[in-house]
């Protein structure tokens, strides 16, 4: 009964370029090539809990006894007083909206009430020793990755001339490191994406999921496209930025602030770059406006355009608070703040002051 519904997905005139079938480029022992196999689009799934398992093994053996040698502490804030009301109150809406009417129902004073919540949230909050060995595990992997992409694609043509990603296609062979570097990278982002929900939780957690879920679609849909020579360009040029990303916010947790300033100024000059100027002015003009001139359009193309121009969007967005803190740390002398992310999801004391004084005000007003 499905399989009407099945076909239809699988359209070839949407999929592929005119007068092509999904025949002509199935792998194959009497092929011209080396086909890429739709069918392993799923390999990075089970291959993505490794790496969370392999992560949770670095965790514990190599990144929290580095971290403990460099003074980074485990602490923990301390819990706060049991109270169910509260804490019924607490988990319906994390955010505290209205102190004066909890206070009200409890008899208790607005002050109590801001001082339970503050505990109460920070309780949640991991410690900098667990926020570190977070960012050293990205570290690694991005670091390890944007070297082996530079290894493998260093003889390959279309790393010197974008318009080889074009040229031939779709007939176009896999080699065994290009499938490596697409099954890794695609591993490792399906386990960010899964692991986002209990990873240390930041003001750009739906940017991040949306950025993973179409880092994931992207080279889902390049791979099953044979579309995987713009693909490796694309990883290749995003590893080289989070290499930066994930340094600076380690050596912050560290206390190391002079390191963290040189990999800062190092960030800047490189997310610029590679993000603001070689994607769209390079990368993304080359799938929009040249890519046309060589080879016949289908609708996937476009999608697998979009997902690219909704990088874009993402870029801009990240870089605007990237300068933020560079215009901040110009006036401290020092850089504050966590790259692509405000801080932590917290409450303030400035906050709390606020609320109080609003219950104040409110109080006298009655």
């Known amino acids: 009964m499905l399989q009407p519904l099945v076909d239809a997905f699988w359209n070839a005139d949407v999929w ?3 007068n092509t079938t999904w025949e002509d480029i199935a792998p194959g022992p009497h092929k011209v090539v080396v086909y890429a196999d739709h069918r392993h689009v799923f390999f990075p799934i089970p291959l993505a809990f490794v790496f969370i398992c392999l992560r949770f093994v670095l965790q514990r053996l190599v990144y929290a006894p580095f971290g403990k040698s460099l003074g980074i502490k485990d602490t923990r804030p301390r819990k706060a007083p049991s109270n169910p009301k509260l804490e019924a109150a607490y988990r319906a809406s994390p955010k505290l909206k209205q102190p004066c009417g909890l206070a009200k129902q409890l008899d208790m004073t607005e002050r109590q009430v801001e001082r339970w919540w503050r505990l109460r949230r920070s309780q949640d909050k991991p410690s900098t020793l667990i926020k570190f060995c ?5 570290f690694t992997f991005h670091t390890g990755n944007f070297l082996f992409g530079l290894y493998i694609l260093w003889d390959k043509e279309w790393l010197w001339n974008i318009d080889h990603c074009y040229i031939g296609y779709p007939h176009q062979g896999v080699t065994n490191d290009v499938w490596w570097y697409y099954m890794v990278s695609a591993a490792f982002y399906w386990s960010l994406t899964i692991s986002q929900f209990w990873d240390v939780r930041r003001k750009d957690f739906w940017q991040m999921f949306v950025h993973h879920i179409a880092t994931v679609s992207l080279i889902s849909f390049s791979w099953v496209c044979n579309l995987h020579r713009i693909g490796t360009l694309v990883l290749l040029l995003h590893d080289c930025g989070d290499v930066f990303v994930e340094a600076v916010k380690a050596a912050k947790y560290a206390n190391y602030q002079r390191t963290c300033d040189a ?36 609708p996937a193309y476009y999608f697998f355009n979009s997902l690219l121009c909704l990088l874009l969007c993402l870029h801009v967005v990240w870089t605007f608070l990237i300068l933020q803190i560079a215009y901040k740390t110009i006036q401290a002398g020092m850089m504050e703040g966590d790259i692509r992310s405000s801080s932590e999801i917290s409450d303030s004391p400035e906050n709390s002051n606020h609320n109080a004084s609003n219950c104040t005000n409110n109080k006298k007003s009655t």
């Open 134 to 138: 977070e960012n050293v595990w990205k």
């Open 263 to 298: 990999l800062f100024l190092c960030l800047i000059v490189v997310w610029i770059g590679t993000r603001i100027f070689m994607f769209p002015f390079y990368l993304l003009w080359s799938t929009t406006i040249r890519a046309p001139m060589l080879l016949p359009m289908f």
């Open 16 to 18: 592929l370029p005119p």
